[in-house]
Nanobody, 119 residues
Framework: QVQLVESGGGLVQAGGSLRLSCAASGNNFNINVMGWYRQTPGKQRELVATITSGGGTNYADSVKGRFTISRDNAKNTVYLQMNSLKPEDTAVYYC?????????????WGQGTQVTVSS
């Protein structure tokens, strides 16, 4: 089993910054793609950003130029630096990992961390 633990959410004013972290733990696993998704009440979970093990990144159009995803493969940790935050960025942010373990490939989710941006 692989567990993802997120941290770094909170309340910030519009224009401010936050940094989210997500650490993966477990035994005998390799992480392929890691990413961040977000969800607001009544809406589907949406992609924010992803990063491959080689460092290739992908961003939602709504966050390009403001958010930066990065990862530390040695620590099995992914980060999301969020700058120039807007009220519409308010959501629960979920960490996601595509993991290979014992010959199988599975997707894992973190418990979510609340990000609230006040206007």
């Amino acid at each position: 089993q692989v567990q993802l633990v997120e941290s770094g959410g909170g309340l910030v004013q519009a224009g401010g910054s936050l940094r989210l972290s997500c650490a993966a733990s477990g035994n005998n696993f390799n992480i392929n793609v890691m990413g961040w998704y977000r969800q607001t009440p009544g809406k589907q979970r949406e992609l924010v950003a992803t990063i491959t093990s080689g460092g290739g990144t992908n961003y939602a159009d709504s966050v390009k130029g403001r958010f930066t995803i990065s990862r530390d493969n040695a620590k099995n940790t992914v980060y999301l630096q969020m700058n120039s935050l807007k009220p519409e960025d308010t959501a629960v942010y979920y960490c996601n990992a595509d993991v290979s373990r014992l010959g199988r490939r599975n997707t894992y989710w973190g418990q979510g961390t609340q990000v609230t941006v006040s206007s």
